[in-house]
């Protein structure tokens, strides 16, 4: 059980936010954050700073951000794919708000790594899975090409080439969640091909934070 001081920073961060989270989600999130808290004195998986009872930026960054964003994952989404996981986040919060969706973090650096498989344990989540990998191998394996309903990346530099090397792990239809802080370059409204431009949602006021999203081309029906 999580201290009560932490549970009560995250339940008014989320209020500021405007969201209600139910008690299991609160709980989850205040069980990973804790969890980052403690491994974090030993492993650098985060720069913000972390405290037991909680401060203010790094629960918005790493906890609200990703359940504000949740809002926007398509209805049928079972599937999520996270390139560049670091310490979790905006992996984790988004499987605690989605619990329906199978998880799978993309992280190359083997302490890390091993943070996330340790967080999935303490969380008891099931599907998912931690691909100790970059994920430009990853894709090599024909198992997870178009496999995936939802791909998001936030740590790591997005460009076209990025863009282009994760698309193939979306289904066609599937959404991109592409988390921008406060002063980053805009993803261009023209996606490569055959991602296209959806949209671009504000997430967090105070962080200047947002989401933009973007789609894979369906594949035409031929008559």
């Known amino acids: 059980m999580a201290s009560l001081e932490l549970l009560d920073r995250i339940r008014l ?55 504000v964003a949740s809002r926007y994952v398509s209805s049928a989404a079972t599937s999520l794919l996270d390139a560049g996981s670091g310490g979790g986040s905006p992996a984790l919060p988004l499987r605690l708000a989605l619990p329906h969706l199978s998880l799978r973090m993309v992280e190359s650096r083997t302490r890390k790594a091993s943070f996330l498989r340790e967080a999935i344990r303490t969380l008891s989540l099931r599907e998912a899975w931690v691909e100790a990998s970059r994920f430009e191998e990853l894709i090599e394996r024909r198992e997870l090409r178009e496999s995936v309903d939802v791909v998001s ?30 002063g980053a370059e805009d993803v261009m409204r023209v996606a490569p091909p055959p991602l296209t431009w959806l949209a671009t949602h504000p997430l967090l006021e105070n962080l200047g934070s947002r989401l933009v999203l973007l789609e894979k081309a369906r594949v035409a029906v031929r008559e």
């Not at 205040?30 to 930026?57: H, I």
């Not at 936030?154 to 988390?179: D, S």
């Open 153 to 182: 990346v936030r740590a790591v530099r997005v460009e076209p080439e990025v863009l282009m090397t994760l698309q193939a792990f979306l289904r066609p239809g599937g959404q991109m969640l592409v988390f921008k802080g406060a």
């Open 13 to 67: 961060r989320s209020g500021v936010a405007g969201l209600s989270l139910s008690d299991a989600l609160l709980e989850g999130l205040a069980c990973y954050y804790e969890l980052l808290t403690k491994w974090n004195a030993k492993v650098n998986l985060t720069a913000f700073r972390l405290t037991p009872s909680g401060e203010d930026e790094a629960i918005d960054r790493l906890l609200i951000e990703p359940v």
